[in-house]
Antibody
Framework: QVQLVQSGGEVKKPGASVRVSCKAS????????ITWVRQAPGQGLEWMGW????????DYAQKLQGRVTMSTDTSTNTAYMELRSLRSDDTAVYYC???????????????WGRGTLVTVSS | QAVLTQPPSVSGAPGQRVTISCTGS?????????VHWYQQLPGTAPKLLIY???NRPSGVPDRFSGSRYGTAASLAITGLQAEDEADYYC????????????FGGGTKVTVL
């Protein structure tokens, strides 16, 4: 079954770091990119960035530059997103999604994980 | 504030047709970049609904359709059903922001 399985919820204190994992099954991670999207409570979707498991290329949203790192482990078919210096407004559900890069249609995200709730609270 | 503007909410009775607009500018939809749509049912992850303006992935009912025109796009739901009550998001590329990670603010569809 083709799916993305994310790690469980986390509770962190302000200033800490969090790492969320996203394990791909049913396909090879190196075939497609992985994008990360977050959603604060009651808010819309915010794109965080993406990574190519094929060559390690990354592109991060400007507002997260310097605080976020995306990586992959091809031996376990798993992608990771680390966010540092956490603040209360980083409280959100974090989703990984498979990125389709179509020459005809551009990028879109056709397979999503179920999400990981990260709560930042003192 | 989202680069792509959507109405916060739309509503309709079962069986009716509703449309959701996604308004952009010359740096995104106006430059002929394709738009994609996602449906997010309550408490669940988003799901790809329409890609490349008007293409449905396998399994998406044909009552969902998309179109793009000038600096805007729209998603239409015909024969509205109770299970269509969800949030809907458009997504595209913006040349001034340099990427495809541009989402609309989302539209809540309520089935009356």
């Amino acid at each position: 079954q083709v799916q993305l399985v994310q790690s469980g919820g986390e509770v962190k204190k302000p200033g800490a770091s969090v790492r969320v994992s996203c394990k791909a099954s049913g396909y090879q991670l190196t075939t497609y990119g992985i994008t990360w999207v977050r959603q604060a409570p009651g808010q819309g979707l915010e794109w965080m960035g993406w990574i190519s498991a094929y060559n390690g290329d990354t592109d991060y949203a400007q507002k997260l530059q310097g605080r976020v790192t995306m990586s992959t482990d091809t031996s376990t078919n798993t992608a990771y997103m680390e966010l540092r210096s956490l603040r209360s407004d980083d409280t959100a559900v974090y989703y990984c999604a498979r990125k389709i890069d179509s020459s005809g249609y551009g990028w879109y995200f056709d397979l999503w994980g179920r999400g990981t709730l990260v709560t930042v609270s003192s | 504030q989202a680069v792509l503007t959507q109405p916060p909410s739309v509503s309709g009775a079962p069986g009716q047709r509703v449309t959701i607009s996604c308004t952009g500018s010359s740096s995104n939809l106006g430059s002929a970049y394709d738009v994609h749509w996602y449906q997010q049912l309550p408490g669940t992850a988003p799901k790809l609904l329409i890609y490349g303006n008007n293409n449905r992935p396998s399994g998406v009912p044909d009552r969902f359709s998309g179109s793009r025109y000038g600096t805007a796009a729209s998603l239409a739901i015909t024969g509205l059903q109770a299970e269509d009550e969800a949030d809907y998001y458009c997504q595209s590329y913006d040349s001034s922001l340099g990427g495809w990670g541009i989402f609309g603010g989302g539209t809540k569809v309520t089935v009356l």
